[in-house]
């Protein structure tokens, strides 16, 4: 092999070096930035609703579609993060595979109150109803809330 081959082979090897970790150092905060916390603003906690899957729609207040809103689903029990998905252009989001029992799904959009609701994941017959999260301002007397539809 001669030596330009070699010299080039070596600059090369070491561009890639250097741009992996560029990617993770970019990686990195974004994902921390996003780490989904349970949060939970609500004055009287409501009665969980009862349905088979956890999908639906987040709106805002006037039933504009929010997308890119964050989404966690958390257990009762401990609020332990079982998943998070963000909604899609329309303000739809889904979760797959969820086990029977109870969870919280958090709803987070900036500047917006969270969306604490309590679920109780039943049996396949109210699998038609889907959890519809409207989204309020901080100041109004009630924060953000889901009903099931």
Not at 136 to 147: L, N, R, W
Request: proline share 6%; aromatic share 4%; charged share 20%.
């Amino acid at each position: 092999m001669t030596t330009m081959k070699k010299t080039g082979l070596l600059a090369f090897g070491m561009l890639g070096l250097l741009a992996v970790p560029a990617a993770h150092a970019q990686a990195g905060p974004a994902v921390a930035a996003a780490a989904p916390a349970y949060v939970d603003e609500n004055d009287k906690d409501p009665a969980p609703l009862k349905i088979g899957a956890i999908e639906g729609k987040i709106h805002g207040l006037g039933g504009d579609a929010m997308s890119g809103a964050s989404i966690s689903l958390f257990t009762e029990d401990g609020h332990s993060l079982v998943a998070t998905v963000v909604s899609d252009k329309n303000g739809k989001y889904k979760f797959n595979k969820v086990d029977k029992g109870l969870y919280r799904v958090v709803a987070l959009v900036p500047g917006l109150c969270p969306a604490n609701i309590p679920i109780k994941v039943d049996s396949s017959l109210l699998v038609h109803r889907k959890l519809d999260i409207t989204m309020q301002p901080k100041d109004i007397d009630t924060c953000s809330y889901g009903m099931a539809k």
